[in-house]
């Protein structure tokens, strides 16, 4: 089953907020999160979709504008573009093992970096 988030969850280890919808939930998590109000059901994409629509969550984690609306071609250049990006600033500051990281986890220590 497919949600879309009314409230904070906490999904996976990372934080979700309420408009990210989240898919293939299993369906006893799913109506309970329905029934406790943090979720509503959303139409389930078809298959061939599923990917192009894990770039575009993809897309907008990593900020890139328009992710929702870009094709699949030029999604892939764009998050390729935007993880290039977080490599270099992450050279920049010194952040040790960058290859080895997500782009999630190059986020995170940028951020950490620039606090210090």
């Known amino acids: 089953m ?3 988030l009314k409230g904070v969850v906490k999904n996976g280890g990372k934080w979700m907020k309420p408009g990210d919808i989240i898919r293939k939930v299993a369906d006893e998590i ?3 999160l329905i029934a406790k109000g943090y979720a509503e059901e959303v139409e389930t994409l078809p298959e061939d979709d599923s990917e192009l629509q894990a770039l575009r969550d993809r897309g ?5 504008a328009n992710a929702g609306r870009l094709g699949e071609s030029k999604l892939k250049e764009t998050i390729a573009e ?4 977080l ?3 992450a050279a920049e500051l010194g952040i040790e093992g960058t290859e080895d990281k997500t782009a999630e ?7 950490e970096a620039e606090k210090k």
């Open 105 to 111: 986890e190059l986020v995170d220590a940028i951020a």
């Open 60 to 64: 907008k984690a990593l900020g890139v």
């Open 2 to 4: 497919d949600i879309k």
């Open 30 to 32: 799913a109506e309970d």
């Open 82 to 85: 935007k993880e290039s990006d």
């Open 87 to 89: 490599q270099m600033k």
